[in-house]
């Protein structure tokens, strides 16, 4: 990497970038988003089988549900973490009614007289309550997006703000379309999720602009800015990745040894820490370096039209 320019090359960035929309949008529209409960709204159902839970006996499952109620109410049976006889049963879209409950319960009685009823665990959640979820996300993610690119604004300057959300935007949309790729459920583990993506990547990237921004204040041979870029990547390059494998061993520890529920936070984690290395990388600087050339330009038409 020690020869490899970060901006001559960037037409390699651009066909990788160009790759993952093409992938991440295809993926989008074909295989779209399983939208758990928390955001669709919908009744769970914690059931004692009195058989092991199995893969085959989650989509049993989710046949009678499709079977008996409808395919709309068909979102996803697991089983719990502590117990391997106990099914997690979701079902979406909305609330089931008195009568579409009593019906799944006596159909799942009857694939599994072992079943333990009166020890059932049910909750329902309201759709208005998922809306509320998704506008939280939503605010939470805007709010965050938006102090970033004041503060970075401030401290260097609006191109660099600019590339730096860009950058988050990207980081985001590769956690999204791995969410669609692997049908990853959405639930409320997606705001933490967002949250913490965007805080990791935000710092790597303002690492890599201020050895920018240092190497620009003290460059005394008129260097363009795309080779002032190109060497603050370079003086940055071993602490991004050094730092990026040690957040990724512990995240990856705990995706490994921990229970399917933090499985679930933590693979998308896994995933948009390793699109913040290369945004951070190879996108920033090369964004701040076109955004520089660009911004001037229209300064200067303004100014001619003021003469």
């Known amino acids: 990497m020690k020869n490899f320019h970060f901006i001559k090359k960037k037409k390699v960035t651009l066909i990788i970038l160009a790759a993952v929309l093409v992938i991440g949008l295809a993926s989008f529209f074909i295989r779209g988003f399983n939208i758990d409960i928390d955001f669709s709204g919908g009744t769970e159902m914690k059931i004692d089988l009195g ?24 979102s996803s049976t697991t089983k719990a973490d ?19 409950s ?24 309201a759709p208005t309550i998922g809306k509320e979820l ?4 939503i605010f939470s993610v805007a709010i965050a997006v938006v102090l970033m690119l004041v503060y970075i604004w401030f401290r260097f300057e609006l191109a660099s703000g600019i590339a730096a959300v860009a950058c988050l935007a990207h980081d ?3 956690m999204w ?3 669609s790729l692997f049908q990853i459920p959405i639930n409320s583990n997606i705001i933490a999720a967002m949250l913490t993506i965007l805080g990791y990547s935000i710092n790597a990237t303002i690492i890599v602009f201020d050895r920018i921004r240092e ?25 991004s990745i050094n730092t990026t494998l040690t957040t990724l061993f512990t995240i990856g520890m705990i995706y490994i040894l921990g229970v399917d ?24 600087g090369m964004l701040w370096d076109m955004l520089v050339k660009i911004l001037p330009k229209k300064k200067a038409k303004k100014a001619k039209i003021k003469k």
């Open 134 to 137: 998704t506008k939280t996300a």
């Open 261 to 284: 529920s933090i499985k679930d936070f933590a693979f998308p984690l896994i995933v948009g820490i390793i699109a913040g290395l290369f945004s951070s990388v190879f996108v920033s």
């Open 82 to 100: 502590a117990d391997k006889n106990m099914a997690i049963i979701r079902t979406g879209t909305a609330e089931l009614s008195n009568e579409q």
């Open 177 to 179: 379309a791995i969410y």
């Open 215 to 239: 190497n620009k204040k003290n460059d005394k041979t008129n260097a363009e800015f795309g080779e002032i870029v190109n060497t603050g990547i370079h003086n940055t390059l071993g602490r």
């Open 51 to 74: 058989v092991e839970v199995t893969d085959d006996v989650c989509d049993n499952i989710n046949s009678i549900i499709e079977k008996e109620i409808g395919e709309k109410y068909v």
């Open 102 to 125: 009593a019906k799944l319960k006596a159909a799942i009685l009857a694939a599994y007289p072992n079943a333990d009823l009166k020890n059932l665990e049910e909750e329902s959640i």
């Open 172 to 174: 985001l949309f590769v």
